[in-house]
């Protein structure tokens, strides 16, 4: 099992599960870090997605399961807190006697400033180099351009959003490679088209854009939210499900605490996995979805001391010769110095 070099990755990283209760101002506490990224999903009821950052500000959203631009909203994350949030008394973050998840990462705990290493300047990258996250914000230009990202190590997933008007998330993955792109907030397949990256795999400073608009659209602005592998606490892989409940095992090098898994080849769900059940593997919700958490053994996983396996024979986590790539985050079980890591 990898070392790590971080030696309690629940202070870069949690999902902060809370009761909602409708109300104005309900500050939540307890995330163990001041979160500069929060993905809110109401897990009892049918509500969209809502995400947050640093750089946009706490009471922009945007909508992981939609193509909606960038917006102002004062009744859903109204602040960032040293240990968590506040939040209004929308449905989608605080619903009354509901079951709430806040999907939290820790980036510069700040909006940053810019960063020059690509042919465009960030208005923003808020970075945390120690678990490979960084936030950043640009303009679109138009054309073949590179944009840093802060991170002094290469990015295996990136996210974009368009952020002033309505288009597609953009996903590169690495297991897909730098001509094809993925969309968050839909089903589809993943989509050959040399213009989301340029057909050019990202370095440590830099990522690649061509000049689709849904990434680098000319005077249009953008969020990057970027990922770079950390042993022992983030992977972004792929692997071939069989189709079968005995189904394949994937190591990760540490114990997942939630892993994001998308069928690449056709259409099929973003799904989610948490280890917030124990005994409990057919759990999970989908970031494409307003869907409320639902369970269904089909969708089994077991997150283990060392990765996950699937126990359900759904196609879009473990269809039978289908390529699925993921991301997991979790906790290697000792870290830098020897030190066991007991507590997430």
């Known amino acids: 099992m990898a070392y790590t070099g971080i030696n309690k990755s629940s202070l870069n990283f949690t999902t902060k599960l809370f009761t909602g209760n409708n109300t104005n101002g309900h500050a939540i506490t307890g995330v163990g870090f001041q979160p500069d990224m929060v993905w809110f999903k109401n897990r009892s009821s049918q509500q969209n997605w809502r995400a947050f950052d640093v750089i946009r500000g706490a009471t922009y959203r945007i909508v992981p399961n939609e193509n909606t631009a960038n917006g102002a909203e004062a009744q859903q994350l109204q602040a960032f807190g040293a240990d968590g949030f506040t939040v209004g008394a929308d449905g989608s973050v605080n619903g009354n006697n509901e079951s709430m998840s806040a999907y939290c990462w820790k980036a510069g705990n700040s909006q940053g400033s810019s960063n020059t290493d690509g042919s465009i ?10 678990a490979g996250f960084s936030i950043s914000s640009y303009t679109g230009t138009g054309s073949n351009a590179t944009v840093g990202h802060g991170l ?7 996210i974009i959003k368009e952020l002033n008007n309505t288009s597609n998330w ?18 589809a397949a993943t989509d050959t088209d040399s213009t989301f990256w340029n057909s050019t795999t990202p370095t440590s400073s830099v990522f690649s854009l061509g000049n689709n608009g849904n990434v ?4 249009d602005n953008y969020i990057a939210y970027c990922f770079a592998e950390k042993p022992g606490f983030s992977k972004f892989g792929s692997y071939i499900g069989n189709g079968e409940a005995n189904g394949t095992f994937v190591y990760t090098g540490f114990k997942p605490k939630m892993v994001i898994v998308k069928e690449t080849g056709s259409t099929g769900n973003w799904i989610v996995k948490n280890d917030y059940y124990d005994n409990q593997n057919d ?9 409320a958490e639902t369970s269904g053994a089909v969708v089994g996983f077991d997150l283990l ?10 196609g879009d986590s473990n269809g039978s010769g289908a390529s699925i790539s993921y991301m997991a985050f979790g906790q290697t079980i ?11």
Do not use: E
């Open 152 to 158: 002094g190590a290469v990015p295996k997933m990136i």
């Open 121 to 130: 300047n960030t208005t923003y990258t808020s970075v945390n180099t120690t």
């Open 216 to 219: 680098n659209g000319s005077s």
């Open 305 to 314: 001391s060392n990765g996950f396996k699937l126990r359900g024979t759904a």
């Open 283 to 291: 759990h999970y919700v989908l970031v494409n979805s307003t869907d």
């Open 334 to 344: 000792v870290g830098t110095n020897n030190v066991p890591c007991t507590a997430f």
């Open 170 to 187: 953009i996903v590169y993955h690495a297991s897909t490679g730098n001509g094809k792109g993925l969309q968050l907030n839909t089903t």
